[in-house]
């Protein structure tokens, strides 16, 4: 059973700091090559916020140098912690997976695996 579970959301005041989870169970070690996280707020196209494969980070211009993306492959988990938050990072956060290096990561539809979410909420 293939599933990504995010966790460690919640609210937080601007300029603070939240760190998320996603633990991957049943997604084949092959097809978590590239594992980025996304969001979403209502009314809007889900945007790429960060992504990791084989030892690099990329990022979306708009969290450079204040989240950072990391992953423990022994414990397939993946994280984004996020530092210096602002409003405009409220949404809903989602952990996704694919084969394959991370060129053009941003495209949501290159995933085949991807998590129920995890509301941050900035105020």
């Known amino acids: 059973h293939v599933q990504l579970v995010e966790s460690g959301g919640g609210s937080v005041q601007v300029g603070g700091s939240l760190r998320l989870s996603c633990e991957a169970s049943g997604v084949p070690r092959a097809s978590r090559d590239c594992v980025a996280w996304f969001r979403q707020v209502p009314g809007k196209e889900r945007e790429g916020v960060a992504a990791?494969?084989?030892?690099?980070?990329y990022y979306v211009d708009s969290v450079k140098g204040r989240f950072t993306i990391s992953r423990d492959n022994a414990k397939n988990m993946l994280y984004l912690q996020m530092n210096s938050v602002r409003t405009g990072d409220t949404a809903m956060y989602y952990c996704?997976?694919?084969?394959?290096?991370?060129?053009?990561?941003?495209?949501?539809?290159?995933?085949?695996?991807w998590g129920q979410g995890t509301q941050v909420t900035v105020s």
């Open positions: 996704a997976a694919r084969r394959g290096g991370c060129i053009g990561w941003e495209r949501q539809t290159m995933y085949p695996y």
């Open positions: 990791t494969d084989f030892g690099s980070g």
